[in-house]
């Protein structure tokens, strides 16, 4: 009996791969900056509040792709989710090319905000690193259409990755006023 491998199977050791190397690239691109390298490349400090904004719309088109396939519209749903994607990837590299060329901004508040402000960071940057692999898995099911499976996966993708999409752009908010100008 010739068993075919699902599309989840063929993808579930590269989304592994890519799960473990994104947050381990990012955080050793943290060490260093491009200027240590001899590359003069002026600040990209034009880039959070973009990268904030495209958090923001990411957040929208995750609850607008909910909305679309409640709705039972499949097509809308599926490039809505596409572009939510997309949207994350910009944001990785936008990401990851301001703080190659910025050095990282401090948060300045005091007091309970602080407290605030790191707890939603802090809760951020862990499920940012979680929703990778989940964010993942559950495209591939609905590409697979393995469509029970996917539903299953995407009530616990959605909320957590809507969380990191706000979160980001709250994140941004609290810290604006700290960026060298």
């Known amino acids: 009996m010739d068993v075919k491998?699902?599309?989840e199977t063929k993808f579930k050791t590269p989304i592994i791969v890519v799960s473990?190397?994104?947050?381990?690239v990012v955080a050793?691109?943290?060490?260093?900056k491009l200027k240590d390298f001899g590359i003069n490349v002026e600040p990209l400090s034009f880039l959070p509040p973009i990268y904030a904004g495209i958090?923001?719309?990411t957040a929208v088109l995750l609850v607008w792709a909910v909305l679309a396939i409640k709705n039972g519209n499949r097509k809308t749903h599926e490039r809505l989710m596409t572009a939510a994607i997309a949207c994350s990837v910009v944001f990785l590299v936008m990401y990851v090319a301001y703080h190659l060329t910025s050095e990282s901004t401090k948060f300045?508040?005091?007091?309970?905000?602080?407290y605030v402000y790191f707890f939603i960071l802090i809760s951020?940057?862990?499920l940012s690193v979680a929703i990778i692999p989940l964010v993942l898995f559950t495209y591939v099911r609905a590409l697979s259409q393995q469509f029970d499976r996917h539903r299953k996966l995407a009530k616990i993708t959605f909320p957590l990755w809507l969380y990191v999409a706000v979160t980001g752009v709250i994140v941004y908010v609290m810290i604006a006023p700290y960026y060298a100008h």
């Open 5 to 7: 491998p699902t599309l």
């Open 20 to 24: 473990i190397l994104i947050p381990i």
């Open 28 to 32: 050793v691109l943290f060490s260093f």
């Open 55 to 57: 958090n923001a719309v």
């Open 108 to 114: 300045g508040g005091e007091g309970d905000i602080r």
């Open 124 to 126: 951020h940057i862990v």
